[in-house]
């Protein structure tokens, strides 16, 4: 029974990267109409956010004590973080200690600038132009963010954990009388995750600016007629895309170190999550980001893979087929959306 | 001639002509030279040019003629491979049984995912192909390869080992693919003064191969089927009001496309006997896109650019390291060799992907066309300039 | 450049295609004969650098690059002569090999047994490469050992650690310094008996392609030796990046140690979930839960940063090794890039030296000379301490470290302690071992390509 708890518990967590991802994903291709195979670089920048906070945080000036040696046997160089000697050893050290989630106020200014940047840089040139050549585009620039961030932080992963406080497990299962530990930070991931996704539904749902955005989902020309400048809306919209990425990226860090190909390993996954969602619906990219992250918690299971050798290599493809055969726009797509 | 026009027929001798004559071409720097890093004409690479040439002009034949992706076209090469290596296991080093193998493998391999993925189009298609690639990759390189039942031999790659039945091979035989008695690996090496090129009889093995598939392929563009094709891609509707069932022409060309990547799959085995799981990743398939698309969708001859132009890349620039660039720039002043060289490190060896990666976007960005279009520019270009020379400039709009 | 495989109708059937092609003026020169693949007949002899440069393990390959191009400087005479200067082998002079001045080509494995062929093939065929050395992969390994076999060149395979290496594939032309599972099993063994006794129940989570297998089936079977009970074996496939699903079922099975037969980023990963569910702070059967990684690298600790703490591992070498080759090479290696080389670095940088030592003394660069030069050598001074290499599978027989995270490290490099030096005795084993191919495994014979 708690076995069963706690899988879905990891379902839910792993769900909630997909989620997030997938969001920005349908949410680019139902305003712009673009595929872009740069979403998962875009995450990769997230968390590598939350690392570059906490080097600039640790960054640090050089004394050398005479007393202890280095590796060949030079005096050994001491490293302290300018920001301890500063604030004081303990404040500073808190602060490099909370170093991943006030990497978020760093990640949402750049996150948009780098959105906007891409939008108005590239993207706007190929809204006209053919999937085929906006995936050549995308896939190039992915690859260009991803190259960039190897030659600064090198291919190894690196560690970024949460803050003390937060790290360790808590017993959820406390209340209900039975033993059901699982990682604190896994736990903020989910709520953060939550927050996020009602925080970009509410938006869409309950504002002006989202109510346009809406609409010219379902009808770009028209919105357009009514004198409305859709463009520069689907442009801010790009730009809260790639925030939700980044912030999914930031958010991240401390559960996996990243490293720079970890946008490429979400890449194909979100797509497909996407695609089982139903391509531009946004509930759809949420439902099929958790339903996949639980399947393949589920898949995992020993009973599972002993019942059905290598099910846990392929149960996301085999659900995506099985769904795309059975539902034929995915699980909650629109007619006519991708289909030319 | 051959059943073609004029303009193909030319496009075919070029193409002849060219590959040919590829180890003179692609080695035009004395061998000895600081230039010769550039020098593509060694039989690894040329092979590997012409193979997947033909990947892609049969990518192309499904992607650019109906305009159905497929993002799991690498699944078919791979199978193709696997096939091979097994013929060499089982039968001999003979490469004909091997590449018939592959290609029928592929062809009924593609038959079944092809006919499940065709009742989808747009990206629902391209990610039930995907779907089924990343099975094929999963499955072969772990569970197909466990100790009871080694079909793939996993992560090392399928390969032929001593204790293999090999029925028909020969007592002096060599262990390697041949061609009844030519070995696939066998070169001539002629020298012209400072310069060397190689002829190998497995690169022409994989050269008269591919004339062929590109022929092949003109006749499918030129052909009432490859019409249909295109009826598909521009209006799939009104094409089944006139009473067409679109689906068994798409699937006609999925699995034409789908034996052409068996073929490819069966002769880079034949090349090298050798079938690693990889070859079936997403990444590959998504290798076989870029290079249709770079060379230019729906041209005959863009696929076989493209794929020349990324494995080029793949092969030449991540083998220039800071000691060639510091002996190239060595002419310099010290500081300022230095620093040519720091600008330029970033973009060559181990920073070869941001090359290509920064190329891709410059393509797609001023050639929409892909490199085809680029081709066409220049020569329009030339030949304007030919023409104004002629004329004065005077007809030239005065800016 | 020369050759390999003719046979007379290739040469009548290129002969003809190029006769074909152009009329052959007198000014093409025949080809002269060479005795093996790549005959350096100039002042200089290339050597091919084979390591992965873009991928996941990218930062591995620079590191064994730069002690590659660190014993090339070393072979020529430059710098401060590193190794050479305590290598038992005293052939070395410093003038190059055998009077060529080392001259190298670099290529990117990619970590795919593909694009690993690809650039081996085009080091071999267009820079002839005379020998291949670098990677991070078994399967890389065996693929271009497979490769260096067919076309006549010696192959000398960087981080390897699965059996099959110099198991089932062992080739004659191709030679290993790394260490192996069954070596990292015959090692930790005795440790583990001593920190955790021996009534434990471990449960494996086990990369899942052939290396992991290897790992997984020589730990099970030391560890159980020893009297532990095996209680679970479950395999992860390798693209996982989140190994929580994998971690929360130990919770509840009733083991007290988990194994962790994963490499590089999946290591990682792995080591820092299990972390991340308070494994280490449990306590089972009346003992504190413990985790062991059977192989370690540097760069893994890197990047599992505080995770390793306390986690038992084993090495093939690591910079705090006190003896002489070692110091040598850590001060040399040190002062021209300002940090300690990582065991895979050490691991090409013997190599190297080691392949040039064998030319010289073969007096020749023929694959079969060398080969003959390197089977059952016997050396001391690289770092290692006294090493073999054995004759009948090529696979190099030395002490194996056994490591652990260090609870206090001062720096970013000795996040690793030395528990133990296990020596070479403890972990050798018969040729014919079942665990490497047994007796069906051969070396078959030596090819150097004519």
Redesign the interface.
């Known amino acids: 029974m708690d076995a069963l708890i706690l899988q879905i518990l990891n379902g839910l967590d792993k769900g909630s990267a997909y989620a997030l991802i997938a969001l920005g994903l349908t949410l680019i291709f139902g305003t712009l109409g673009v595929v872009n195979f740069a979403h998962g670089a875009l995450f990769m920048i997230g968390a590598f956010c939350a690392v570059s906070l906490s080097k600039l945080l640790q960054f640090s000036y050089v004394t050398i004590d005479e007393t202890q040696k280095d590796f060949l046997g030079n005096p050994l160089k001491v490293e302290t973080p300018y920001i301890e000697s500063w604030f004081g050893p303990e404040l500073g050290a808190s602060i490099i200690d909370w170093s991943v989630p006030l990497s978020i106020l760093l990640a949402i200014p750049v996150m948009i600038l780098v959105g906007l940047i891409m939008e108005r840089g590239l993207i706007k040139h190929f809204y006209k132009r053919e999937h085929a050549d906006q995936i050549l585009v995308t896939f190039g620039l992915a690859i260009v963010l991803q190259e960039i961030v190897k030659y600064y932080f090198g291919a190894n992963p690196i560690q970024t954990p949460p803050p003390d406080a937060l790290m360790g497990v808590s017993n959820l299962g406390a209340w209900f009388g039975f033993d059901l530990p699982y990682p604190n930070w896994r736990i903020v991931y989910f709520c953060f995750s939550a927050l996020v996704i009602t925080g970009v539904f509410a938006f869409l749902q309950f504002t002006t600016f989202g109510m346009v955005v809406r609409a010219g989902m379902a009808d770009r020309e028209t919105v357009g007629l009514l004198g409305i400048d859709i463009d520069k809306r689907f442009t801010v919209m790009f730009a809260i895309a790639a925030c939700v990425a980044g912030l999914a990226g930031v958010m991240y860090a401390p559960i996996n170190p990243p490293n720079y190909h970890m946008g490429m390993d979400f890449l194909v996954l979100s797509f497909v999550v996407v695609v089982v969602g139903g391509m531009g619906s946004l509930p759809g990219a949420v439902l099929a980001g958790f339903l996949l992250g639980i399947l393949e918690s589920f898949a995992s299971t020993t009973w599972a893979t002993t019942t059905l050798p290598g099910i846990n290599q392929i149960i996301i493809y085999l659900v995506a087929i099985i769904v795309l055969l059975t539902r034929p726009r995915g699980l909650m797509g629109r007619k006519g959306v991708m289909e030319e | 001639m051959l059943g073609l026009n004029k303009n193909d027929l030319t496009l075919l001798a070029i193409v002849a002509v060219l590959t040919l004559f590829a180890p003179f071409i692609l080695n035009p720097f004395p061998a000895d030279s600081a230039m010769a890093q550039f020098n593509a004409g060694y039989p690894d690479l040329m092979q590997r040019f012409i193979i997947f040439g033909i990947f892609a002009i049969g990518f192309n034949i499904l992607f650019g003629l109906t305009g159905y992706l497929s993002f799991g076209h690498a699944a078919f090469l791979g199978v193709g491979s696997y096939a091979s290596v097994w013929m060499f296991k089982l039968l001999s080093y003979n490469v004909v049984p091997a590449i018939l193998l592959a290609v029928i493998v592929a062809g009924l391999f593609s038959v079944l995912i092809g006919y499940v993925s065709l009742r989808r189009s747009g990206i629902y298609f391209s990610i039930l192909t995907l779907a089924f690639a990343q099975m094929s990759f999963a499955l072969a390189y772990s569970v197909l390869s466990n100790p009871r039942f080694n079909l793939t031999n996993g992560e090392t790659g399928l390969q032929v080992y001593k204790n293999d039945p090999q029925i028909f091979h020969g007592e002096n035989m060599q262990d390697f693919p041949h061609f009844f008695g030519i070995y696939m690996n066998s070169t001539h090496t002629m020298n012209v003064g400072a310069w060397s090129f190689d002829f190998n009889a497995g690169y022409y093995l994989c050269a008269i191969v591919m004339i062929l598939a590109f022929y092949l392929s003109i006749r499918i563009f030129r052909s009432p089927f490859g019409m249909m094709l295109r009826a598909i891609k521009s209006n799939q509707t009104r094409m089944s009001y006139t009473g067409l069932n679109p689906r068994p022409h798409t699937l006609a060309a999925f699995v034409i496309s789908g034996m052409y990547a068996g073929l490819a799959g069966g002769l880079m085995a034949a090349m090298d006997p050798l079938a690693g799981a990889e070859r079936m990743q997403w990444t590959a398939s998504g290798e076989v896109v870029l290079m249709t698309i770079l060379g230019g969708t729906g041209t005959l001859i863009g696929p076989v650019l493209g794929a020349g132009f990324i494995k080029y890349f793949e092969n030449i620039f991540s083998k220039i390291n800071d000691t060639i660039l510091h002996q190239w720039f060595a002419f310099l002043p010290d500081g300022i060799e230095d620093f040519v060289v720091f600008i330029i490190h970033p973009f060559i060896g181990k920073g070869w992907h941001l090359t290509l990666g920064i190329l891709f976007m410059l393509v797609v960005v001023f050639l929409p066309g892909g490199l085809v279009e680029g081709g066409q520019r220049i020569g329009k270009w030339i030949k304007s300039r030919g023409k104004s020379d002629d004329s004065t400039a005077s007809t030239e709009p005065a800016e | 450049?020369?050759?390999?495989?003719?046979?007379r109708?290739?040469?009548l059937?290129?002969?003809a295609?190029?006769g074909a092609?152009v009329a052959l003026p007198t000014?093409?020169?025949a080809?002269s004969a060479a005795a093996y693949t790549n005959e350096p007949t100039g002042s200089t002899v290339t050597l091919g650098f084979n390591v992965p440069?873009?991928?996941?393990?990218?930062?591995e390959?620079?590191d064994e690059l730069l002690a590659q191009?660190l014993a090339v400087e070393h072979l020529n005479g430059m710098g401060d002569g590193g190794c050479l200067n305590t290598f038992s082998s005293k052939a070395l002079k410093g003038n190059g090999i055998l009077g060529k001045k080392v001259e190298?080509?670099?290529?990117?494995t990619q970590t795919?047994?593909?694009?690993a062929?690809?650039?081996a093939?085009?080091?071999i065929?267009?820079d002839g490469a005379v020998m291949i050395n670098g990677g991070s992969?078994?399967?890389v390994a065996?693929?271009v050992q497979?490769?260096c076999q067919?076309a006549g060149v010696i192959f000398m395979a960087g981080l390897t650690h699965a059996n099959?290496t110099t198991g089932k594939?062992r080739k004659a032309n191709g030679f290993r310094h790394f260490f192996n599972a069954y070596m990292s099993g015959a090692a930790l063994a005795p440790v583990l008996a001593k920190e955790m006794g021996n009534d434990r129940n471990a449960y494996h989570l086990t990369a899942?392609?052939?290396?992991g297998?290897t790992q997984e089936e020589s730990i099970v079977a030391s560890t159980e030796a020893l009297g532990w009970n095996t209680v679970?074996t479950?395999?992860?496939?390798?693209?996982s990046?989140?190994f929580?699903?994998?971690i929360?079922?130990i919770?509840?099975s009733g083991a007290d140690t988990l194994v962790l037969n994963h490499y590089g980023?999946n290591m990682?990963?792995s080591l820092?979930?299990a972390v991340?569910?308070?494994l280490l702070?449990k306590v089972v059967n009346g003992k504190d839960f413990k985790i062991v990684v059977p192989l370690y690298s540097e760069?893994m600790a890197?990047?599992?940063?505080?995770?390793i703490k306390g986690v038992l591992g084993s090495m093939n070498y690591n910079?705090?090794l006190q003896n002489e080759g070692s110091k040598q090479f850590?001060?040399s290696f040190?002062?021209k890039y300002g940090k300690?080389p990582s065991n895979s670095a050490q691991t090409c940088y013997a190599q190297v030296l080691l392949y040039a030592d064998a030319c010289e003394r073969a007096g020749t660069f023929d694959p079969c000379g060398v080969a003959a030069a390197l089977e059952n050598f016997e050396f001391d001074g690289l770092g290692n301490g006294k090493t073999l290499y054995r004759a009948d599978d090529h696979q190099c027989f030395k002490d194996v470290l056994v490591v652990r995270g260090a609870q206090n490290p001062?720096?970013a490099?000795?996040t690793l302690e030395i528990v133990e030096v296990t020596p070479a005795d403890q972990v050798t084993y018969a040729p014919n071992h079942p665990m490497f191919g047994g007796d069906?495994a051969?070396l078959?014979t030596c090819n150097s390509g004519t």
């Open positions: 450049m020369s050759k390999t495989n003719y046979t109708r290739g040469v059937k290129t002969g295609v190029a092609g000014i093409f020169t080809q440069q873009t991928g996941p393990y990218a930062d390959g620079s191009q190298f080509v670099t290529g990117d795919k047994s593909d694009a062929r690809a650039s093939k085009s080091m065929e267009k992969s078994s399967g065996v693929a497979g490769l067919e099959d594939d899942d392609y052939n290396w297998w679970n479950v395999k992860t496939p390798l693209a990046t989140d929580s699903s994998y929360a079922p919770l509840n980023g990682i990963n820092t979930n991340q569910f308070g702070d760069l890197a990047g599992a940063g505080e995770n910079w705090q850590v001060k040190g002062e300690p001062t720096n490099y000795d069906e051969t078959g």
